[in-house]
């Protein structure tokens, strides 16, 4: 339990750090603004990127990685699916839901945490990749499918969001902005030139790395500050009973859906959120051990690292592509708040009722 918490010490007070220069007022009213788009548009690229180009590709094609992509597929699914069923949510806001549900913090707290209970981080550098290649792609094309206002007449949701036009005459104008999202999108880009500069098997001058180090170094603790800010926000900032803040990354006018968004109520909030936390904390380890277990036989090491990395909390990302596609960043902020305060307990029990490998 020491290790667990020595793992999470870094989260919680970043995140209060956040909150407390809120509280004073230190940074002023637009801090939250400026440090996500920094974070989304600067730091978390070049993390990415670093990331990607020293990485083999080829190193998450493995039975471990089958188990902990189908849990992920699945609550990913799952998250989707019920936000619009049971809450309404149009797409961008759907996707928003997928990522809180299944896309894990693998980074900050992966990486501690697999190092204290299994002594080794291999296996959370595949997750990295994997959610950075396949799983990010898929979340920023919904996100941007779901806010483009370049897609012909928006159509409300009532969810915050405005949903694509379907007439055939939008069809063009969808194709266009989904083939140069990745020139739109640093988060893709960035990738994108990773996966090159590693197929190619490139090297960076010293120089140039070491500044993408510093630059990527940046990302995660400010993320955090980040979300400790908005932790602060009051309901018309933000929440989701007044206007959405507008997004950095649609272009035109925007979206006259999300001004007119009706009131949720606090019920419907924290039925959403719980709903989320659930997914990620329980209904994923438990896909990832059916898979690994019964159906893979994968040895108990092996197991262990899928099941733990697979409870880990949602990933403070959410948050960010949340606030910079101008969406209702509560549901996002809230469920990875509380997530991290639940994995504490999954995380412990998946270690005690699966057993630490020997170092």
């Known amino acids: 339990m020491h290790a667990l918490l020595s793992a999470f010490a870094p989260i919680w007070t970043l995140t209060a750090i956040g909150y407390a220069t809120g509280r004073s007022g230190l940074l002023g009213r637009q801090a939250e603004a400026v440090l996500g788009r920094f974070v989304f548009h600067v730091a978390m690229p070049a993390a990415l990127f670093t990331m990607v180009s020293g990485a083999r590709l080829d190193s998450f094609a493995n039975p471990s990685m089958v188990a902990f992509a189908a849990g992920t597929a699945l609550v990913c699914g799952l998250g989707f699916l019920t936000a619009g069923r049971l809450f309404g949510r149009g797409t961008a806001d759907r996707a928003i839901s997928s990522m809180t549900s299944g896309y894990v913090n693998s980074a900050n707290l992966g990486i501690p945490v697999a190092v204290q209970v299994l002594g080794d981080a291999s296996f959370v550098a595949q997750i990295i990749l994997f959610q950075v290649l396949l799983v990010s792609p898929v979340i920023l094309t919904l996100l941007d499918s779901g ?16 949903e694509s036009g379907t007439g055939a005459g939008a069809r063009p104008v969808v194709l266009r902005r989904m083939l140069t999202m990745p020139v739109r ?12 500069v590693s197929a190619l098997g490139l090297r960076l001058p010293h120089a140039l790395a070491h500044s993408c180090d510093l630059l990527g170094a940046a990302a995660v603790p400010t993320a955090l500050i980040t979300l400790g800010l908005s932790l602060n926000a009051r309901p018309d900032e933000g929440g989701s009973t007044g206007p959405a803040r507008p997004s950095v990354l649609a272009k035109g006018p925007e979206h006259p859906a999300r001004a ?5 109520t606090k019920r419907a909030e924290r039925a959403e ?3 989320a936390v659930a997914l990620k904390t329980l209904a994923q380890p438990l896909i990832a051990f059916a898979v690994g277990g019964p159906l893979l036989h994968l040895p108990e090491h092996q197991l262990l690292a899928v099941v733990l990395c697979s409870a880990l909390p949602a990933a403070q990302n959410a948050f960010i592509y949340s606030q910079q596609y101008g969406l209702d960043t509560r549901p996002a902020r809230n469920a990875v708040v509380a997530s991290t305060v639940v994995s504490m307990a999954t995380l412990s029990l998946a270690t005690w009722a699966l057993g630490a490998a020997p170092s």
């Open 147 to 162: 806010t483009g206002t370049g897609t012909g007449a928006g159509t409300g949701t009532g969810t915050g969001t405005a």
């Open 185 to 196: 999108n640093p988060i893709i880009m960035a990738s994108l030139l990773g996966v090159a």
């Open 260 to 264: 007119d968004r009706p009131t949720r």
């Open 273 to 275: 959120v719980a709903l």
